[in-house]
């Protein structure tokens, strides 16, 4: 085959081949792959409200133990009067021989009426921690700390005895609670309890006290 023939196939073919794509339909380009990132994000679900509680739906603060007469009563003598009612753990010092007498005239300022300023130094003369300073010839005290007296040995004596009835009276009242299955306290609770918050001690109600707490 010629060159001229080689010339003319080729060009026909090219023809042929034009005349073929242009008869051909266009093709729609087809859309571009998105990628992960252009992916539209999953509609994100709408938080949950949160329920508002109702003011009254809050629990109930415990209420607030009533504090006792007595240790109110003895804390005002401890504030009024403390070198003659001193804090825990500082010791009990005698008191002075009638020195509820002069308590009266400064029962108006203490805010106390005579029975309740009876029973708060008749409390704080009964119990461990004042049976233990009664001892004897150890000054007794006035309001003002200043000496008052002495303890006698008769006093002393008594003081020994008081401490010797609690000992056993709270023995007594353990062993009858361990025997019972129940938690060992103190025989009596009101007693226990004005002694431990007011007195740092604990006392059992004895029927005598000191000669300082009695009126003359």
Same mark, same amino acid.
């Given at each position: 085959m010629g060159f001229e023939q080689l010339a003319a196939l080729k060009a026909q073919l090219a023809k042929q081949a034009k005349e073929a794509k242009e008869a051909r339909p266009a093709k729609e !380009?087809?859309? %571009?792959? &998105?990628?992960?990132? #252009?992916?539209? #994000?999953k509609d994100a679900r709408p938080a949950k409200p949160q329920r508002a509680r109702p003011a009254g739906s809050a629990a109930p603060a415990a209420p607030a133990k009533p504090v006792d007469p007595v240790i109110q009563a003895i804390g005002k003598l401890q504030k009024r009067f403390p070198l003659a009612f001193? =804090?825990?753990? !500082?010791? $009990? +010092?005698?008191? $002075?021989?009638?020195?509820?007498?002069?308590? +009266? &005239?400064? #029962?108006?300022t203490l805010g106390l009426d005579e029975a309740m300023l009876r029973e708060a130094v008749r409390t704080w003369c009964r119990g461990t921690r004042y049976w233990t300073c009664m001892v004897e010839g150890v000054e007794r005290v006035d309001l003002a700390g200043q000496p008052a007296g002495q303890v006698t040995l008769a006093d002393a004596k008594r003081a020994q005895q008081q401490r *010797? &009835?609690?000992?056993? %009276?709270?023995?007594? &009242?353990? *062993? =009858?609670q361990q025997a019972a299955g129940e938690p060992a306290v103190e025989a009596s609770a009101e007693a226990a309890k004005v002694a431990e918050v007011a007195n740092g001690e604990s006392a059992n109600a004895q029927? !005598?006290?000191?000669? !300082?707490a009695k009126p003359e």
């Open positions: !380009a087809r859309p %571009a792959k &998105q990628s992960k990132d #252009a992916r539209p #994000a001193p =804090k825990n753990p !500082a010791p $009990k +010092l005698p008191l $002075k021989v009638g020195i509820f007498e002069d308590l +009266l &005239q400064h #029962a108006s *010797g &009835q609690q000992h056993r %009276a709270s023995r007594a &009242q353990k *062993g =009858k029927p !005598a006290v000191d000669e !300082a």
